[in-house]
């Protein structure tokens, strides 16, 4: 078959809230909860064992020091302290990828903090400094991904199959109509539009959030339409 184009296909994995297993099967990109918004320890071990024993892609997953929240309370933190949260979840992340045969290697922000970083050009400086020099996935034109170019690091541009778009090209508020699209049949047709958008909006990743209701059969239906478009589902990068 002649691929038309090549898109990552991501889910947030290690928040104790979905099916690990069920959806390193299918993406090729995990990003890993480090404890700050969910996750301990032992779940980050053996998401990192399972994604390098299928050659699934590990990266950070980082926010807020925020358990109660679920890393989704915007929170004013001194840039030094936020660098040293990110710092501390990668190098916590990094040690258990090493021990099962992997590495991080990239690092995503979660909730409040991916939202944050969108606009705000010193958190995202304070992301970038804690995180040494891996990519970054983040939403298109945003100030993470323009920050991260603006120095040599790779800059990945990610979609929201699953997750409204205001005219603007912003994620559309949790707490607001239409922030979720729900269904796996109408996330999967928002894939393939995601996966073919061009110019400004152009993304390399599709991400299918772990905590959602059905996320691994929303997985599934977005890799089998992507397949159905003529777009091949790899890694952004090599494991």
Do not use: I
């Not at 979660?110 to 970083?117: E, F, K």
């Not at 690091?153 to 603007?168: H, I, L, M, N, S």
């Amino acid at each position: 078959m002649r691929w038309l184009r090549d898109v990552d296909l991501n889910a947030d994995l290690g928040e104790g809230v979905t099916d690990d297993e069920g959806l390193l099967a299918v993406v090729t990109s995990a990003n890993v909860a480090c404890g700050f918004h969910a996750g301990d320890v032992p779940t980050m071990r053996a998401v990192c064992e399972g994604a390098a024993q299928r050659g699934v892609v590990v990266g950070a997953q980082v926010s807020y020091d925020d358990r109660e929240h679920f890393g989704r309370l915007r929170l004013d933190v001194a840039s030094e302290v936020l660098r040293g949260w990110v710092e501390e979840q990668v190098g916590v992340l990094s040690g258990l990828a090493r021990a099962a045969g992997t590495e991080v290697a990239y690092v995503k922000p979660h909730g409040a903090l991916y939202n944050r970083v969108v606009d705000d050009e010193e958190q995202a400086a304070a992301v970038l400094a804690g995180s040494g020099e891996l990519p970054v996935l983040g939403l298109p034109g945003s100030a993470v991904l323009r920050q991260a170019r603006a120095v040599g690091r790779v800059a990945v541009p990610e979609g929201f199959p699953d997750r409204g778009y205001t005219p603007e090209g912003r994620l559309v508020p949790r707490d607001q109509p239409g922030a979720l699209v729900e269904g796996a049949d109408a996330v999967a047709a928002h894939a393939v539009a995601l996966s073919g958008a061009g110019g400004e909006r152009a993304v390399a990743s599709l991400c299918v959030h772990g905590d959602s209701p059905g996320a691994v059969a929303a997985a599934r239906a977005v890799r089998e339409a992507l397949a159905a478009a003529g777009v091949r589902v790899r890694p952004w990068t090599a494991p």
